[in-house]
């Protein structure tokens, strides 16, 4: 069984930039889809960002320009890069991997961006 593990979160100020990891404990053939989930306190989980197969991103409107979602195969991690943070970006962070023979959540991480 494949694990995610996240790791990068932490607390940061206004305007800085935060690095999320999320390393799988083994290779995942046929992914589908790369995403990043957050869930703000008292709110839903929200999408924020997405990779496809080929490569393609969406990102949610709140963190579209700030946001970049990658990948690095060899190391077996995707990453989510934060520029420009805010506090509303407040939330516990989750990696999410679908591929054609499971999907896979990470155990969450901390983000907190100080006002």
């Known amino acids: 069984q494949v694990q995610l593990v996240e790791s990068g979160g932490g607390l940061v100020q206004t305007g800085g930039s935060l690095r999320l990891s999320c390393a799988a404990s083994?290779?995942?053939?046929?992914?589908?889809?790369l995403a990043w989930y957050r869930r703000a306190p008292g709110k839903q989980r929200e999408l924020v960002a997405v990779?496809?197969?080929?490569?393609?991103?969406n990102y949610a409107d709140s963190v579209k320009g700030r946001f970049t979602i990658s990948r690095d195969t060899a190391k077996n991690t995707m990453y989510l890069q934060m520029n420009v943070l805010k506090p509303e970006d407040t939330a516990v962070y989750y990696c999410?991997?679908?591929?054609?023979?499971?999907?896979?959540w990470g155990q969450g991480s901390q983000v907190t961006v100080s006002s």
């Open positions: 990779m496809r197969s080929g490569g393609s991103t």
């Open positions: 999410f991997v679908e591929a054609r023979y499971g999907s896979y």
């Open positions: 083994g290779s995942i053939f046929g992914i589908t889809a």
